[in-house]
């Protein structure tokens, strides 16, 4: 079946440039996350959104991030203004709900952000 | 401050032989706690997970050990295998929200 999607899979853009990152989650996930991965590091939270409710954003790292999800569908992560220091590999994951006795999330392939 | 840490950035160990991966947590509202492995290029796949009201799950060559009160965690992978290469995050949620991934081993299985 479909796993998660991410589009673009590699982005170059130039510093101060706008970009816009897609994450196409498993149908019927209704909790979707963002995460990015810096060279060499771990895997950092952006993001949570959780059906309808008001979106997680403790993770975004400055007012330049934002996140949108409509539905339980598509979501796009965008970065305004992008700095060298946004490069790095975005990943997203969708899981079924929280509230389910299971938390697997099931990650998409990333899309990898260089800044120049 | 870091929730959860995995102080090992690598480990080597032969095929055929245990491979043990430890994570550390500081947050006890953490009650969920999974692994998973990441190969190049590619997303992390789930591994295993754990609840809090256990100390123990196994699943085929791969079992997780849950310390509460030392607040942690360990992966045991027996018998190692060549395919098991790959970098291991540990994550932990309170209430199935907001997970937290720590920075990740690099597992290298030698044969």
């Known amino acids: 079946g479909a796993g998660v999607s991410q589009s673009p899979s590699n982005k170059v853009t130039e510093k101060g440039k706008d970009v816009e990152l897609r994450c196409d989650p498993i149908?019927?996930?209704?909790?979707l996350y963002w995460y990015r991965q810096r060279l060499g590091q771990g895997l950092e939270f952006l993001i949570y959104f959780q059906g309808n409710s008001a979106p997680d954003k403790s993770g975004l790292p400055s007012d330049r991030f934002s996140a949108e999800r409509t539905g339980e569908s598509v979501s796009t992560l965008t970065i305004q203004r992008t700095q060298q220091e946004d490069s790095a590999v975005y990943l997203c994951?969708?899981?079924?709900?929280?509230?389910?006795?299971?938390?697997?999330?099931?990650f998409g392939p990333g899309t990898r952000l260089t800044v120049t | 401050d870091q929730q959860v840490k995995q102080n090992s950035p690598s480990l080597s160990v032969q095929e055929g032989r245990i491979s043990i991966l430890n994570c550390d947590y500081t947050?006890?509202?953490?009650?969920?706690f999974l692994w998973y492995k990441k190969y190049p290029a590619e997303g992390p796949t789930f591994l295993i997970s754990i609840s809090s009201i256990k100390d123990k799950n196994e699943d085929g060559r791969f079992t997780v050990f849950l310390n509460k009160s030392a607040k942690h965690l360990s992966l045991h992978i027996v018998p190692s295998q060549p395919g098991d290469s790959a970098v291991y995050f540990c994550a932990a949620s309170a209430y199935g929200q907001n997970f937290v991934f720590g920075p990740g081993t690099r597992l290298s299985v030698l044969p």
């Open positions: 947050n006890s509202m953490f009650d969920y």
């Open positions: 149908s019927g996930h209704t909790a």
């Open positions: 994951a969708s899981s079924l709900d929280y509230q389910t006795s299971s938390y697997e999330q099931y």
